[in-house]
C-alpha cells in the first residue's frame, strides 16, 4: 500500500505557472505508475497526465489529456519517492482540486489510480 500528500497548489493569475508534488510513503514507489486527476466543483473527476512505473530503469513514459498537452508536463524522482506536476500557460478552465494517484506497475496510457492523495486546489483568477 502507498500514501501520498499533495502539495504546491495555491492561486496563480491566466498565463501563470505552478508546480505540483506528490510524495509517497514506502520503498517501492518506482513499481507504481503515478497520476494526476482533477476535480471542478460541480464535474466528474477528470484524467491529466500519468507516468508509467520504471522499475530499475532511468525511463519511464509520459501520456496526457488532450486539454492539457503542451503545457503540463508530469516527471517523477524515484530517489526521493514524489512525483511532480509543473503546470504552465494556465487557464480560469483548469481551476480545479488536483489528485495524486498510485496504481502498482501501471503504464501511462492505461492509468487509473487505486491509492489516492488528499487533493490540492488549483485557483487560476485575475
Known amino acids: 500500500q502507498v500514501q501520498l500528500v499533495e502539495s504546491g497548489g495555491g492561486l496563480v493569475q491566466p498565463g501563470g505557472s505552478l508546480r505540483l508534488s506528490c510524495a509517497a510513503s514506502g520503498r517501492t514507489f518506482s513499481s507504481y505508475g503515478m497520476g494526476w486527476f482533477r476535480q471542478a466543483p460541480g464535474k466528474e473527476r477528470e484524467f491529466v497526465a500519468a507516468?508509467?512505473?520504471?522499475?530499475?530503469?532511468?525511463?519511464?513514459?509520459?501520456f496526457y489529456a488532450d486539454s492539457v498537452k503542451g503545457r503540463f508536463t508530469i516527471s517523477r524522482d524515484n530517489n526521493k519517492n514524489t512525483v511532480y506536476l509543473q503546470m504552465n500557460a494556465l487557464k480560469p478552465e483548469d481551476t480545479a482540486v488536483y489528485y495524486c494517484a498510485a496504481e502498482w506497475r501501471a503504464t501511462a496510457t492505461m492509468f487509473s489510480g487505486n491509492y489516492w492523495g488528499q487533493g490540492t486546489q488549483v485557483t487560476v483568477s485575475s
Open positions: 507516468v508509467s512505473w520504471s522499475g530499475g530503469s532511468t525511463y519511464s513514459s509520459t
